[in-house]
DNA sequence: GTCATGATGGTCT
DNA sequence: GACCATCATGACG
């Protein structure tokens, strides 16, 4: 039986529930305190019919075991020497997810700077970005649930984005069957979307609704 | 401000 | 031994 929770990351498209994630309020309690921020830039990965995803062709490995968990759950990994964080979506032994990409810092944002070392808009626009912002360097919490856990999405609390863009996702090879699939979903004129051109930037709403 | 390149470290074949 | 759902830096405009 799965919880109200549970149910929000399952039962409707994956697509779906990634561009209903925008705006959701992300809050991980560390050992240097409570970080998070609202949801800017998801992207969707569709299991084994999906040529960019961990799980395609069926593909199944302890390293990516946890995409096969229950809805909700954490998929923390490593790549290139980074961490990055995806949400678990769709039923047990469905394995597609959804990778987090951007955030917007809103609990204790000097924190999340001191544990990158840097200002601005660079501390969380980037999948890698967010999680080393949040105090995450471990893959400690992967295949664990979110629910009541330290690492978590309030989905009570979020923002309304104004408008949101669809466009092929970051990072993953153009040529392959999905490459340029269009699932990669951000709030637009947000400055902590990935790579978004300074000119882009809409300051004054940041992309949200009033 | 935009683009190209090297460093990065664990996992898989 | 190769593959990567990335990042920071340094060159050029």
Known sequence: ?????????TGRPTIEIARDLLGKLVTYDGPDGRTGGYIVEC???LGENDSASHAYNGRR?????????????????????????????QDTEEPQGILLRGLEPAINPDVMVHHRGISGVNVTNGPAKLVQALGIHSRQLDGQPMEGNQLTVDLEKFKIPREIITAPRVGVNLAGKD??????????????????????????????RA
């Open 179 to 208: 490459g340029a699939a269009p699932q990669r979903f951000y709030v637009a004129g947000n400055p902590y979307v990935s790579g978004i051109r300074k000119r882009d930037m809409d300051l004054k709403t940041q992309g949200w």
């Open 61 to 89: 490995t302890g390293y990516s075991e946890s995409l096969y968990g229950q809805p909700g759950n954490i998929y923390l990994y490593q790549i290139r020497g980074h961490y990055c964080f995806d949400i678990v979506v």
């Open 1 to 9: 039986m799965l919880s109200a929770f549970q149910q929000f990351f």
């Open 43 to 45: 992207e969707a990965y």
